[in-house]
Structure formats: structure tokens, C-alpha cells
């Protein structure tokens, strides 16, 4: 198991559990306490837990709904469904086209998915994208940056230079995740300092594909993104509540649950 793997799941028993042990989590997954260890002092530098003897538990800050961990803390978050997820939505791309990925934990792991002899270029402000990108490709990816200002919390280049330089672009695919789903507030996300090169990508596209874990759902984020009615495709997991998916199902969106 992956560190991280290993990392989401003790992220999952903390929030169920309200503290994990070092011995109980040494037991359960099979491995050392100083593995654990290591994994709680990664996850506290994060701002996701506190450390305490003999185990962790939650950060004490409060938060709100809105509240946007950094990019590194909600990689840890969900990994399991975001896999799923952004192996299902690979498929999605095909031989030619030009996608736009956003800045999202869910997105930055799609590339790995897509098959090498299929060529396309992803636009984005994802230096974990570009990253990604750079690592996998074989010819067959052609990367443009959006530029800008670097916001260091999310590893995202970001401001009035990134949207300028994107409305060069309409996109066959966007493909993106937000902090919320709702059908009263439509999607919304945690930060300002990205959203407006995301309405953009997503109103210029030819069709907005929507990643969304099955947490994202009935919450809302501080900041407006878009309605319901302008999803085209919906990806999610299978701990969905399918109630959620009726107003998608309402505006003939695609919905691909994934296994």
C-alpha cells in the first residue's frame, strides 16, 4: 500500500473515530509504528491532524464548509474515490482533443490514465498537472501553461494574466471538480483567486465534464462557480447518494458512476 493510500484511509478512521492510535493503525495496516508515525507527521504538516502521544487527532481550528485545505492536504482526502474517478473520466478523451484541467486534487491524477497512443493537449494552471504531464508523456502530450501569478498553497498559477491567456482557447473538454454540489447553490468552490479562469473554461468549452467525489455533494463552498444545467458529464463514485444525481438526471446530463 501506497503511503498515501495508507493516508487517506487514516484520514477517514480520524474523522469517523475522532483520534487514531499508532498501535491500533501499526496493527491494521500490517506495518511499522514508526511508518505510522511518519505518516502522522506528514499529515500534521498538512494541517489535517494534530499529533499527540500515542496517536492524532483532528486539527483544532474550526472550519467552515468553505474552508479550503492546501492542494497537498486534499490529495490525502478521498484518494481511493478520486482514483476511481479519474480512471472512468479518462476515457472520456479522445484522439485529438484539447482539455482544460483545472486546479483541483481530483483532476491532477487523470493523466495517468489516459492511453499513451492517444494525443491531445491539456490547457492548464496546474503546476502538479504540468508535473504529471511532463512525467508521462511520450510525444503524445501537448502541455500549455496558462501563466500567471504562483499561489503557492495550491500550486496553481493564478490572476488577471492566467484568464487573458486562456480566452485565446475553446476547449473540447473541461474537465474540472469543485468544493460543493448542490441544487440549490449549483457549484461552488472554497477560493476567489482561481474561479474566474474556471467559469471561463467552463462557458468556452464544447462540453464541461464535472469530477466529483460523493463528500462534494449537498455542501457548498464560498464562492459561485456555475449551475447544475451546464454539466454535460458527471463523474462520480459508487458511495453516492443517487438522490443527488436527480438534477443532473433532470437537464439529460451524463452520469458515470465509477466502479
Given at each position: 500500500m501506497f503511503s498515501i493510500e495508507r493516508q487517506s484511509?487514516?484520514?477517514?478512521?480520524?474523522?469517523?473515530?475522532?483520534?487514531?492510535?499508532?498501535?491500533?493503525?501499526?496493527?491494521?495496516?500490517?506495518?511499522?509504528?514508526?511508518?505510522?508515525?511518519?505518516?502522522?507527521?506528514?499529515?500534521?504538516?498538512?494541517?489535517?491532524?494534530?499529533?499527540?502521544?500515542?496517536?492524532?487527532?483532528?486539527?483544532?481550528?474550526?472550519?467552515?464548509?468553505?474552508?479550503?485545505?492546501?492542494?497537498?492536504?486534499?490529495?490525502?482526502?478521498?484518494?481511493?474515490?478520486?482514483?476511481?474517478?479519474?480512471?472512468?473520466?479518462?476515457?472520456?478523451?479522445?484522439?485529438?482533443?484539447?482539455?482544460?484541467?483545472?486546479?483541483?486534487?481530483?483532476?491532477?491524477?487523470?493523466?495517468?490514465?489516459?492511453?499513451?497512443?492517444?494525443?491531445?493537449?491539456?490547457?492548464?494552471?496546474?503546476?502538479q498537472v504540468m508535473l504529471e504531464a511532463g512525467r508521462l508523456s511520450n510525444d503524445n502530450i501537448v502541455v500549455i501553461c496558462v501563466g500567471g501569478m504562483l499561489n503557492l498553497k495550491n500550486y496553481?498559477?493564478?490572476?488577471?494574466?492566467?484568464?487573458?491567456?486562456?480566452?485565446?482557447?475553446?476547449?473540447?473538454?473541461?474537465?474540472?471538480?469543485?468544493?460543493g454540489v448542490d441544487e440549490i447553490h449549483g457549484m461552488t468552490d472554497a477560493g476567489i483567486l482561481e474561479i474566474e479562469l474556471k467559469r471561463d473554461m467552463l462557458t468556452r468549452s464544447r462540453e464541461f465534464i464535472l469530477l466529483a467525489d460523493y463528500s462534494k455533494f449537498g455542501i457548498s463552498g464560498a464562492v459561485y462557480l456555475g449551475s447544475l444545467n451546464e454539466v454535460d458529464c458527471v463523474v462520480t463514485d459508487s458511495k453516492v447518494d443517487r438522490q443527488k444525481l436527480k438534477a443532473f438526471e433532470d437537464n439529460n446530463a451524463t452520469i458515470i458512476i465509477a466502479d
Open positions: 484511509l487514516i484520514l477517514e478512521m480520524l474523522e469517523q473515530d475522532g483520534k487514531v492510535e499508532v498501535n491500533t493503525l501499526a496493527a491494521k495496516f500490517s506495518t511499522s509504528r514508526e511508518t505510522i508515525r511518519r505518516d502522522l507527521k506528514e499529515m500534521e504538516g498538512t494541517g489535517i491532524l494534530k499529533r499527540m502521544h500515542g496517536g492524532a487527532v483532528p486539527a483544532g481550528q474550526k472550519r467552515s464548509e468553505g474552508y479550503e485545505l492546501p492542494l497537498m492536504a486534499r490529495g490525502v482526502q478521498k484518494y481511493d474515490e478520486k482514483q476511481r474517478i479519474c480512471k472512468a473520466a479518462a476515457k472520456l478523451i479522445e484522439d485529438g482533443d484539447t482539455i482544460f484541467l483545472d486546479n483541483s486534487s481530483t483532476t491532477m491524477n487523470l493523466l495517468r490514465y489516459v492511453p499513451r497512443d492517444i494525443k491531445f493537449t491539456v490547457l492548464t494552471n496546474s503546476i496553481s498559477l493564478v490572476g488577471s494574466h492566467s484568464k487573458a491567456f486562456a480566452q485565446n482557447f475553446f476547449p473540447d473538454k473541461a474537465i474540472m471538480s469543485c468544493r
